[in-house]
């Protein structure tokens, strides 16, 4: 498998905090990998709290409502199925693969850790990993075989992840 590279743009204050930092990263890196995307990619991450979360799903989806994760793709993937040839995709300028944007809400991190029983670190994990699933065309509007193709690829790919269990 191709490494490559990915930028990734970061806002929000409270990614100044270097381990989370670090499992973003890893786990939007490991993602890609599993996914077998070998195109030089671009993801931003907007890292915020349940005001600012409500404010992005207002903007972007017109739902007024907070939520832990939002993913805004930038191409209409088909998941599990990448593209062969990526040079449509690729930006003229950078030569990266504008993948999209996603938004995470460190309160429901915390939160949904307590109710879960495990780590913020494992929570902001998987919700980074659903978050890139989503940008490569993974989806869970039913709950039926889509949800269950999305949940199956998460899973596997936390448990490739060091530290994801807990």
Same mark, same amino acid.
């Given at each position: 498998?191709?490494?490559? *590279?990915? /930028?990734?743009?970061?806002?929000?204050?409270? #990614?100044? *905090?270097?381990?989370?930092?670090? $499992? $973003?990263?890893?786990?939007?890196? %490991?993602?890609?990998?599993?996914?077998?995307?070998?195109? !030089?990619?671009?993801?931003?991450?907007?890292?915020?709290?349940?005001?600012?979360?409500?404010?992005?799903?207002?903007?972007?989806?017109?739902?007024? *409502?907070?939520? %832990?994760?939002?993913?805004?793709?930038?191409?209409?993937?088909?998941?599990?199925?990448?593209?062969?040839? #990526?040079? %449509?995709?690729?930006?003229?300028?950078?030569?990266?693969?504008?993948?999209?944007?996603?938004? $995470?809400? $460190?309160?429901?991190?915390?939160? &949904?850790?307590?109710?879960?029983?495990?780590? &913020? /670190?494992?929570?902001?994990?998987?919700?980074?990993?659903?978050?890139?699933?989503?940008?490569?065309?993974?989806?869970?509007? %039913?709950?039926? !075989?889509? *949800?269950? &193709?999305? /949940?199956?690829?998460?899973?596997?790919?936390?448990? &490739?992840?060091?530290?994801?269990?807990?």
């Amino acid at each position: 498998m191709k490494n490559h *590279k990915v /930028r990734i743009t970061c806002e929000g204050s409270i #990614w100044k *905090k270097p381990l989370i930092n670090r $499992i $973003i990263r890893r786990c939007i890196e %490991d993602t890609l990998r599993c996914e077998n995307i070998g195109v !030089p990619c671009e993801i931003n991450v907007l890292i915020t709290d349940d005001n600012g979360i409500r404010a992005v799903n207002k903007a972007g989806r017109n739902i007024d *409502k907070v939520t %832990d994760v939002l993913s805004f793709p930038m191409f209409d993937l088909i998941p599990g199925n990448p593209p062969e040839d #990526w040079s %449509d995709y690729l930006d003229a300028e950078t030569g990266l693969c504008p993948l999209g944007d996603m938004c $995470i809400n $460190i309160n429901r991190v915390t939160a &949904q850790a307590r109710e879960f029983g495990h780590t &913020q /670190r494992r929570e902001v994990g998987y919700l980074t990993i659903h978050s890139v699933l989503h940008l490569l065309g993974y989806d869970h509007v %039913d709950e039926g !075989p889509m *949800k269950l &193709q999305m /949940r199956t690829r998460e899973e596997a790919i936390a448990a &490739q992840i060091p530290n994801m269990s807990r």
